[in-house]
């Protein structure tokens, strides 16, 4: 099994800057891929990026325009998503996910999620 677990998310002011985290246990080198979510009241998820453990990267680059980054550290077992010049339309819940089935963009290909942790962007 894989246990996600994410931390770093909580209100910061536009502009500002925010690293989230998801630390993973269980089956972690044996998934594929790493994946963040994001998911605002009323709307549907939405891929924000998704890396491998050998560090190939994918990006939703119509939502972020270049201001997030995905990074992992295989010692710790933690994925890592850097946010910074934020917005406001940024405010949602952001998941993390792991996948076996493959580096992907859709939620339907992740088999695990966390819990998610809020960012709120205030203006």
């Known amino acids: 099994q894989v246990q996600l677990v994410e931390s770093g998310g909580g209100l910061v002011q536009a502009g500002g800057s925010l690293r989230l985290s998801c630390e993973a246990s269980g089956r972690t080198f044996s998934s594929d891929a790493m994946g963040w979510f994001r998911q605002a009241p009323g709307k549907e998820r939405e891929f924000v990026a998704a890396t491998t453990w050998s560090g190939r990267t994918i990006f939703n680059t119509d939502s972020v325009k270049g201001r997030f980054s995905i990074s992992r550290d295989t010692a710790k077992n933690t994925v890592y998503l850097q946010m910074n010049s934020l917005k406001p339309e940024d405010t949602a819940v952001y998941y993390c996910?792991?996948?076996?089935?493959?580096?992907?963009?859709?939620?339907?290909?992740?088999?695990?999620w966390g819990q998610g942790t809020q960012v709120t962007v205030s203006s």
């Open positions: 996910a792991a996948t076996f089935r493959g580096l992907a963009a859709l939620s339907e290909g992740y088999d695990y």
